[in-house]
Structures are given as C-alpha cells and as structure tokens.
C-alpha cells in the first residue's frame, strides 16, 4: 500500500489486509479457546481459518489436538497426515498418527506411521520406544494367527495369552485376544471354557459377530440348541 497506492491495487490490499486481520483475530480466539479447554469452539474457529490458510501444518495440528480431546480419532489423524506432509521432517506428526492408530487397535498401521518417523530420524527416543512396543505385539498376533490358521489352537491361545501381558494397557487388545481365544477353545471342542470367554466379550461388545458365532459354535458342541 505504501509503495503503490494506485486506486484498483489499493482496494484489493486493503481487502486483503482486512482479512488478514480478521484471521489473526479468530487465531487470538482459537488459541484462547483451545487454553480452556473448549475444544468444540477451538475447532469451529480453526475450521474458518483453514478455509483460507489450507496449507498451515500449524494450525492442522492444533485442530488435531482438539480432536483427540474431543474423542474424534478419525479426523485428528486425516489432520495430521496432511501436516505430516506440509511440515518438512515431521516425525511429531508421525509419532502422534502412530500412537492413535496403536489406541485404536490397529497395530499394522501404527507400526508403518512409526517406520515413517524413524526413517526421517533413527534416534528419536518415542518413536523408537513406540516401534519396539508396537513390533513385539504385531508378531505376537502375527505368529497367534499363523499358529490357528494351521489348527495348532493350544499353543495360539498361549500366544494371545502373551499379547495380554505385552499390551495390559489399551483395552482392545485384550478384548481381540480373548475373541480369538474364544475362537480357538471353540474348534478345540472345549465348549465349557469356550462359552465363558466369548460371553466375556460379548458383554463388553455385544455385537461382536465373531464372538456370537463361536459362542454358538460352543452351544452346539454342548446340545444347547435354544441358546
């Protein structure tokens, strides 16, 4: 504006400016909010700045702080790829798109997420402590699924027995272990054991298919036909 205040650029600049104004305030706002805790304010006001400010890495992974406040996982890692792109050698975004995934119960992808993060830096002390977690559990499962998939049903259920104890933390582990264990016990013909475990899962999820399915299996082997 100082340097070439001509009628038509003047407009725009000052439409401009305006705008720019407008967007430092809502930030001022954004930030306010996300310091008390009002994620759900936080998110609408970053919604409106990243209208027009896609490609601020910054203010995506804000966003995605407040989703994972607010319970929405999905969301808060779509964020944070998107800074993981923006942002050269990101490994916080990696690390953090790792960590959620792993909560989730998908340990394949957390793992791939963290190998991400190592690639950009072989010494990062989370990622690294992540990835050794993360590996130990997905062989575990790995090794479970190649022992059921070959009818050895004591010796998966004694590996998903080790998963529990690798991973006593996130719930959703020892939930899918128990439901193959179920699995397992059910095509061994050990009905009884069989019962009591899937029906352990089907009272944290009772519209677990697999589990239902086993459970009847179980019944069946007992002549519990009504069940």
Known sequence: LKSNPSNNEEKEAQTQLTKSDELQRLHSQALSAYQQEDYEAAISLLDEILAVCVWDAELRELRAECYIKEGEPSKAISDLKAAAKLKNDNTEAFYK???????????????????????????????????????????????????????????????????????????????????????????????????????????????????????????????????
């Open 97 to 227: 798109i790792s960590r959620i995934y792993y909560q989730l119960g998908d340990h394949e992808l957390s793992l791939s997420e963290v190998r991400e993060c190592l690639k950009l830096d072989q010494d990062h002390k989370q990622c690294f402590s992540l990835y050794k977690q993360v590996k130990k559990l997905n062989k575990q499962i790995e090794s479970a699924e190649e022992l059921i998939r070959e009818g050895r049903y004591e010796d998966a259920i004694s590996k998903y027995e080790s998963v529990m104890k690798t991973e006593p933390e996130v719930p959703i582990y020892s939930t899918r272990a128990k439901e193959r264990m179920c699995h397992c016990l059910s095509k061994n013909q050990q009905a009884t054991e069989a019962i009591k475990l899937c029906t352990e899962v089907l009272q944290l999820e009772p519209t677990n298919v697999n589990a239902l399915k086993d459970r009847a299996e179980a019944y069946l082997l007992e002549d519990m036909y009504e069940e």
